[in-house]
């Protein structure tokens, strides 16, 4: 069964960074789709980024390009969100999702979610 536990959020001011882990079990990362999304209540879950496992390319949502960078480490399970600048709107629950199929994490269906990591940003 995979699961994914997010970590790395918390309280910062406008123009800090913070860094986002995503640790993924009973998965073989290299063979996953892996996406980072963020919610605040009221909206839908926002794409903000995506990485498949049969391109090096990776896909960013229009809010954060240029601020927010996501990698992988296979060796170690995980992915992360570099999150850099950040404004008062990045504000929400950041999680981390996958799935075999890289357009299921894309569409917000995705097979297998975290429970999400809260992220602050004051001003």
């Known amino acids: 069964q995979v699961h994914l536990v997010e970590s790395g959020g918390g309280v910062v001011q406008a123009g800090s960074s913070l860094r986002l882990s995503c640790a993924a079990s009973?998965?073989?990362?290299?063979?996953?789709?892996m996406g980072w999304f963020r919610q605040v209540p009221g909206k839908e879950r926002e794409f903000l980024a995506a990485v498949t496992w049969n391109t090096p390319t990776t896909y960013y949502g229009d809010s954060v390009k240029g601020r927010f960078t996501m990698s992988r480490d296979d060796a170690k399970n995980t992915v992360y969100l570099q999150m850099n600048n950040l404004q008062v709107e990045d504000t929400g629950i950041y999680y981390c999702?996958?799935?075999?199929?890289?357009?299921?994490?894309?569409?917000?269906?995705?097979?297998?979610w975290g429970p999400g990591t809260q992220v602050t940003v004051s001003s």
């Open positions: 999702a996958a799935d075999r199929n890289p357009k299921m994490v894309v569409t917000r269906r995705a097979g297998a």
């Open positions: 009973g998965l073989t990362l290299s063979a996953y789709a």
